[in-house]
């Protein structure tokens, strides 16, 4: 089947770390970029980071830079995203989402992605 599986979600403290993975089958991975994805209630879908399977190129939000890494095993097929300090505005549903390479314009516009992984939660406590 083509699809995305995250895993990793949880509940830490304020300060606290998690690491998501994004498990991709299916298809020729590294044809794809793979974009982090995050939604909290009442807000909108909002870009976190994205990586080229193909170079490795990554992307950051500035409301995480130097705090999230994005990485990439190919011969697993999965991405990881990295959070470190969590915040309680960290809160939210994240998803991982594939986009068609080579990457133009806007990186991180959610329309711009074609398949969707189902989300996990990720909650950081004051």
């Known amino acids: 089947d083509v699809q995305l599986v995250e895993s990793g979600g949880g509940l830490v403290q304020a300060g606290g770390s998690l690491r998501l993975s994004c498990a991709a089958s299916g298809f020729t991975f590294d044809d794809y970029a793979i974009g982090w994805f995050r939604q909290a209630p009442g807000k909108e879908r909002e870009g976190v980071s994205c990586i080229s399977n193909n170079d490795g190129s990554t992307w950051y939000s500035d409301s995480v830079k130097g705090r999230f890494t994005i990485s990439s095993d190919n011969a697993k097929n999965t991405v990881y995203l990295q959070m470190n300090n969590l915040k309680p505005e960290d809160t939210a549903v994240y998803y991982c989402?594939?986009?068609?390479?080579?990457?133009?314009?806007?990186?991180?516009?959610?329309?711009?992605?074609?398949?969707w992984g189902q989300g996990t939660q990720v909650t950081a406590s004051s």
């Open positions: 989402a594939r986009r068609r390479l080579p990457l133009l314009g806007i990186i991180l516009r959610p329309e711009d992605y074609d398949l």
